[in-house]
């Protein structure tokens, strides 16, 4: 992992391979290296550039990583705002002008891509979406997560990850690799409490994106695992019909977190879709 200074904190950062830059932003509560078996397959056509979120994995939450009461929370718009100083600061050391670059959203990662699309559209060669939405959360699900970011302690984290890996993979993800469902289980009990809880808040806060789907140029590729049961095939298919120019991909074997339960398919289809569709 790379180091970088990122406004008030450090970056933890994997970049690996050679190539236009492929930044990946991970989903919630998970670290960079939910990316790292796609990164092997990817590194020979990419420099693949997967931070730790602020506040995940080795990334420090800082203090703009906390709302003006002191309570952690870290807005999409202020994650999407260190990824561009992130890879400002990266193609700065390669001497790449302008740094366009592929962003890569999951999830969570999703949310925080549709922000950077609305401030930083000049930067996207492309765009991936992967098993996200573009839609604010309900008043329930914006409550719920208040709740767990007020409640959450080291102790409970555990018992969170039981409870939200059922909905993260597909059944047969489930019955029959087990040394997926431990590698999720344990980069989820990694997590700070504060980092969890400066997400929860920041996704209860986020606002409806679906205008920004209509406005993204860049080559779009929109993917998501055929089991996904919170970002289910039928609502991205509507995500992609909102975009101008979206490519639409189902990842088979997999459910929320293709990288993941598939990542042989994820990488393929990034690939296959770069090759037809982006231009710098
Ligand atoms: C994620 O994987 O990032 C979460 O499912 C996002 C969410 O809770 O909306």
Not at 103 to 111: I, N, P
Not at 138 to 145: D, F, G, I
Request: proline share 8%; charged share 25%; aromatic share 6%.
């Amino acid at each position: 992992m790379k180091k970088y200074l990122v406004d008030d904190t450090e970056y933890a950062v994997r970049v690996e391979g050679t190539g236009p830059i492929l930044l990946f932003a991970h989903g919630f509560p998970f670290d960079s290296h939910l990316f790292d078996a796609a990164i092997e397959r990817l590194k020979d056509d990419f420099c693949c550039v997967a931070p730790d979120l602020r506040g995940f994995g080795r990334t420090k939450l800082g203090a703009n990583g906390h709302n003006p009461h002191g309570a952690p929370r870290v807005k999409m718009g202020r994650y999407a705002d260190d990824l561009a100083i992130l890879v400002s600061e990266i193609a700065c050391q390669r001497h790449d002008k302008p740094a366009k670059i592929i962003l890569c959203g999951l999830s969570m990662g999703g949310y925080v891509a549709l922000a950077f699309a609305r401030r930083r559209p000049e930067r996207l060669a492309g765009f991936v979406f992967c098993d996200s939405n573009a839609t604010a959360d309900t008043p329930e699900k914006a409550q719920e997560r208040v709740a767990l970011a007020d409640s959450i302690t080291s102790l409970q984290i555990p018992d969170l990850a039981d409870r939200m890996i059922p909905g993260l993979l597909a059944p047969e993800t489930l019955r029959k690799r087990p040394d997926v469902v431990s590698e999720l289980r344990e980069m989820i009990s990694r997590q700070s409490p504060e980092a969890i809880a400066a997400g929860a808040r920041g996704m209860a806060k986020r606002s409806d994106s679906t205008e920004t789907l209509g406005q993204i140029e860049a080559p779009a590729l929109v993917l998501g695992g055929e089991s996904d049961a919170l970002s289910p095939p039928a609502l991205l298919d509507s995500v992609a019909a909102a975009m101008p120019n979206a490519t639409r991909v189902t990842i088979p074997n997999s459910g929320h977190l293709p990288p993941l339960e598939n990542p042989d398919a994820f990488a393929n289809a990034i690939l296959e879709w770069r090759n037809a569709n982006v231009k710098y």
